[in-house]
């Protein structure tokens, strides 16, 4: 069974320019989640997506941020324009839901984003 | 709000011996979640472990097992037999009622022959 798969793995951008990470969750879990670790700091939660509907972006930093998840596979987060502060690890993990229990979510290798 | 603490950010075992990854948590709700990841060089998030806050006995996979000790709100993960590829950072997570993952900063373990 294949595992959550992003890319790309690394990404190099100028200030200002736009990105857009994709991430491919295991097949059958409805749940998908986006994180994003900064240099030095805490793994933070930014949204996760039950199918196709946002259930819950709270962690999402501002609007230059915008994710989709059509037709409930996989998944984009765009950030547009990007700023420098925006440099970090993103992650993207799944999890599945049986009779109202969510599972453990497994993590993607991540994308490496660097703006200068 | 939740917050997870973990408070060493490096540690050093002896190959085939035991070590213990501290981490304390924080809460009000009485429903929650505990889980262990491990992050090798390579940079993915392997998870190891998951604890419920309402489960009786500690939980245990293979050489992990956690020490989960609810009045003091801590979830300790204990490595048995260290092995080389135990090398990498690790992380403590919490879930309370909704389902995102509040984490630790981490902890980097090295296993040294």
């Known amino acids: 069974e294949a595992g959550v798969t992003q890319f790309p793995s690394h990404s190099v951008i100028e200030k200002g320019q736009t990105v857009t990470l994709r991430c491919d969750p295991i097949s059958g879990h409805d749940n998908l989640y986006w994180y994003r670790r900064v240099m030095g700091k805490e793994i933070k939660f930014l949204l996760h997506f039950v199918k196709e509907s946002k259930q819950d972006e709270s962690g999402m930093p501002n609007n230059r941020f915008l994710a989709e998840r059509t037709g409930g596979t996989y998944s984009t987060l765009k950030v547009q324009p990007a700023e420098l502060e925006d440099s970090g690890v993103y992650f993207c993990?799944?999890?599945?839901?049986?009779?109202?229990?969510?599972?453990?979510?497994?993590f993607g290798p991540g994308t490496r984003l660097t703006v200068t | 709000a939740q917050k997870i603490t973990q408070t060493q950010p490096g540690m050093f075992v002896q190959e085939k011996e035991a070590v213990t990854l501290d981490c304390t948590y924080d809460?009000?709700?009485?429903?929650?979640?505990l889980f262990w990841y491990k992050q090798p060089s390579s940079g993915e998030m392997i998870f190891l472990i998951y604890q419920g806050s309402y489960d009786q006995q500690n939980a245990t996979e293979g050489r992990y097992s956690l020490n989960f000790q609810k009045a003091r709100k801590s979830a300790n993960l204990v490595i048995s037999a260290s092995q080389l590829g135990d090398s990498a950072m690790y992380f403590c997570a919490m879930r309370n009622s909704g389902y995102a993952l509040n984490f630790g900063k981490g902890t980097s373990l090295l296993v040294t022959p």
């Open positions: 809460t009000s709700d009485p429903s929650y979640g």
């Open positions: 993990a799944s999890s599945q839901t049986v009779g109202g229990i969510s599972y453990e979510q497994y």
